[in-house]
């Protein structure tokens, strides 16, 4: 459980801040950046949410939301720290939900015959925005695993994620049906 008493503890004003272990590193650390953009994408798709009415959507969302708190308390604790206690890790039946819904979205969805720019209705702009911000993270948490190993899962989750975010917008778009396609050359 989390309990939040103060809000401002003033420990970051030297330009550091504290992983799950308490070791404190620089705040532009790369590790740091990986949780904020993780944390980027959970309001991103809160901004998806507020465009999902109660859909159908909305509670993928919300599932997805919840997931990225565990990914960000994932990162928060390096994997060497793992072996000493137990600690929250995404884990592959994340990945299979994800990869079961795809699969149930992308089925209702016609076939692409062409690229789709971000847009359409508000929430299948908003999910492309966000899978935008998946990308970012998962090129940031790959870059940080090169470094130091993460939880295979964790990026995998985030690969997976992006490609839910895109089958969404399809789905949203009046089941691609609304899709705005991309025209070569269409502005010469």
């Known amino acids: ?38 944390d980027e994408l959970n309001a991103t798709i809160g901004l998806a949410r507020v465009h999902a009415a109660a859909g159908a959507l909305d509670p993928m969302l919300a599932r997805i939301q919840n997931d990225l708190f565990d990914l960000g308390a994932d990162l928060a604790v390096p994997q060497d720290e793992a072996k000493q206690r137990e600690r929250l890790r995404i884990i592959e039946t994340q990945v299979a939900r994800l990869e079961a819904e795809i699969d149930a979205l992308n089925d209702a969805l016609a076939p692409l015959t062409s690229f789709i720019l971000p847009g359409g209705s508000p929430l299948a702009a908003a999910t492309h925005f966000a899978r935008t911000v998946a990308r970012r993270a998962e090129r940031i948490m790959v870059e940080l695993d090169a470094r130091e190993p993460l939880n295979p899962a964790a990026v995998t989750y985030v690969n997976r994620l992006s490609d839910f975010l895109f089958v969404a917008s399809r789905a949203a778009n009046d089941g691609g049906a609304g899709d705005v396609l991309w025209v070569p050359g269409g502005t010469r």
């Open 1 to 38: 459980m989390v309990v939040l008493n103060k809000i401002y503890t003033r420990t970051g004003d030297d330009g550091t801040t504290a992983l799950g272990t308490g070791e404190r590193r620089p705040k532009y650390d790369l590790r740091f950046q990986a949780i904020g953009t993780i």
